[in-house]
């Protein structure tokens, strides 16, 4: 099987040595991933950034990263820590988590459809919004020499 532009070849997998199930289990995950991120950037140029979870360094993780996303930036050249940088962190979990409160879910898998449904309701254009913001908050960023720079945005 060959390599394509949206999944990492099975030989490609095997040589990194990962066993059947979790190959079966990284194509599921960046199969969805790569249909989320054209769905929301509309075929748009995007970058994917990564922070310090311990699972973005595994071996699985950055080989369907490289067959994905090329030009991702990798963890290391993003500094540890750093939710306000991270739109993720400084913008989208809290609208999220909005949009829940005050429920109650009786499973995990009830809270990760109502997270779903919240997610697929969040307008693309406070996304892109949230996104271009970023330049100006690593601006900051950097004239506050890595300090808390929320009060020059």
């Not at 194509?27 to 140029?45: E, Y």
């Amino acid at each position: 099987m060959k390599s394509s532009p949206h999944r990492p070849s099975i030989e490609l997998l095997f040589k990194r040595g990962l066993g059947s199930a979790e190959i079966a289990r990284r194509l599921q995950i960046s199969s969805s991933t790569v249909r989320i991120l054209r769905r929301h950037f509309a075929g748009g140029p995007f970058i994917l950034q990564q922070d310090w979870a311990p699972s973005h360094g595994s071996r699985s993780t950055l080989t369907v990263l490289k067959a994905h996303f090329p030009g991702f930036l990798d963890k290391n050249l993003w500094p540890a820590s750093s939710p306000d940088l991270n739109p993720m962190d400084f913008s989208v979990w809290g609208m999220l988590e909005g949009k829940i409160a005050g429920k109650v879910f009786a499973t995990v898998d009830d809270l990760k459809a109502a997270l779903e449904v919240a997610w697929a309701s969040i307008d693309d254009g406070y996304l892109r919004r949230t996104v271009n913001s970023v330049k100006k908050r690593l601006r900051a960023c950097v004239k506050a020499r890595g300090s808390n720079f929320e009060i020059l945005l």
